[in-house]
């Protein structure tokens, strides 16, 4: 990643047929979305993707379609430990990795048990740096199956190894992230934040960048978001753009990620709304939500011709 220049990562979806097989072709055609919208980097094989839903090898299969399509144009992260014994989660890193990543992501909620203390959580991860040579790794503070965050002391462990360069913060906490940027100060590191709410703030506080799944509806205003969130000639305007978002969060998170299929099929998209997840009723109530967000998106974009794509 370019850490200098504020970017944002999707935190990619996985297209399904309707007949519940990965849609490979779909999977290129979004792709292609994220990067024409400007991400400067991917999360492939995450929980938007329904990662807990694929099978290893298709994983596997999933990243290295993304890592092609890519094609070197931005760098990609992905998912790479899932639970069951140090040994085998070190070994599926090594398949992960192989695949082309810049860096494979652990999930904290998966290296120990939530009854289970920091200094065993600590532990655990140096055993996974001490198996798996020289790859780049990197933190998600994943929700699932519960969340675990990391405090910025513990990052403090890490990052001087020099193995640690990518960290998708969930903490909801703007002192905390500004805390843990200090942590990465003068290594080859970057937060990305995955809280809106304070979005323009964590970015002022150095994070490297936003990845949430408000992304995926509308990406282009957040990488507009992240180029401008301190230009003082469009503080009305970024101030605009970060409360549409925080105003349509709740619908946003509703029936995910089958809301956000639906709604990418309304800008054009040739995916179907299939998922694997389990994500509830699709109501006609849900559906006119969507639908409305959609006209209040379009007549953002009309209102702020900067963004229009």
């Known amino acids: 990643m370019n850490y200098l220049e504020k970017g944002f990562i999707p935190v990619m979806l996985t297209p399904f047929l309707e007949n519940g097989e990965v849609d490979y072709d779909g999977l290129t055609q979004l792709t292609e979305f994220y990067l024409a919208s400007g991400a400067n980097g991917l999360f492939a094989n995450c929980l938007s993707s329904e990662m807990f839903e694929l099978t290893p090898r298709e994983r596997i299969k999933v990243t290295q379609h993304v890592v092609n399509v890519a094609n070197n ?88 190894t020099g193995r640690i360069t990518y960290h998708k913060d969930t903490c909801l906490n703007s002192e905390q992230v500004r805390a843990k940027v200090a942590a990465g100060k003068g290594y080859n590191f970057g937060l990305y934040d995955a809280y809106l709410v304070h979005a323009v703030a964590s970015l002022k506080a150095g994070s490297a960048g936003l990845s949430c799944i408000q992304g995926n509806f509308f990406p282009e205003l957040i990488v507009w978001l992240c180029q401008n969130y301190n230009n003082s000639q469009l503080e009305s305007e970024v101030c605009k753009v970060q409360d549409f978002l925080i105003e349509n969060m709740e619908i946003m998170h509703t029936v995910y990620p089958f809301t956000v299929k639906y709604f990418l099929r309304k800008l054009g998209l040739n995916i179907s709304t299939f998922t694997r997840r389990e994500t509830g009723v699709f109501s006609t109530n849900i559906k006119n939500e969507v639908d409305r967000l959609y006209g209040d998106y379009v007549r953002l974009q009309e209102e702020l011709t900067l963004i229009v794509t």
């Open 73 to 160: 144009r931005v760098p990609v992260v992905a998912t790479g430990t899932f639970g069951s014994a140090i040994e085998k989660q070190a070994d599926f890193i090594n398949q992960i990795y192989q695949t082309g990543v810049q860096a494979v992501i652990m999930i904290t909620g998966l290296l120990a048990n939530e009854d289970e203390s920091d200094e065993v959580l600590n532990e655990r991860i140096f055993e996974l740096l001490n198996r798996t040579g020289k790859i780049p790794l990197g933190f998600y503070e994943c929700p699932v199956p519960y969340k675990r965050v990391l405090s910025p002391e513990q990052l403090s462990l890490f990052i001087p």
